[in-house]
């Protein structure tokens, strides 16, 4: 499967962003598709991944309850809506893609082996 992550942009403290990630290929659904995030100086870090089927999903602690992950197989897409946006989310935002998860070790990096471009995302105070 090939990503393509979009819907980046520069918006204010408090606003809102939906980021998208189009996927390529016939296997979409037996991935997890998991939003990473990297800022300057720093690691990549997690954000949030939805299962297979949509039915399960987990996030990172700062992001709970502001982000919401969503997935439609049938288009082929995943979605990240991240509300009441703030500077510290400032980053380059990445899709990627997973073919197995347990609850484990969803946050790490290396259980995804797809990953798509990433799209900036800054938020101003």
């Known amino acids: 499967v090939q990503l393509q992550a979009s819907g980046g942009g520069l918006v204010q403290a408090g606003d809102s962003l939906r980021l998208s990630c189009a996927a390529s290929?016939?296997?979409?659904?037996?991935?997890?598709i998991g939003w990473f995030r990297q800022s300057p100086g720093k690691e990549r870090e997690f954000v949030a991944t939805?299962?297979?089927?949509?039915?399960?999903?987990y996030y990172t602690d700062s992001v709970k309850g502001r982000f919401t992950i969503s997935r439609d197989n049938a288009q082929n897409m995943a979605w990240l809506q991240m509300n009441s946006l703030k500077p510290e989310d400032t980053a380059v935002y990445y899709c990627?893609?997973?073919?197995?998860?347990?609850?484990?070790?969803?946050?790490?990096?290396?259980?995804?082996?797809?990953w798509g471009q990433g799209t900036q995302v800054t938020v101003s105070s």
């Open positions: 990627a893609a997973a073919p197995s998860i347990r609850s484990n070790n969803y946050y790490l990096s290396n259980k995804y082996d797809q």
């Open positions: 290929g016939r296997t979409f659904s037996r991935y997890y």
């Open positions: 939805i299962s297979w089927n949509g039915a399960n999903s």
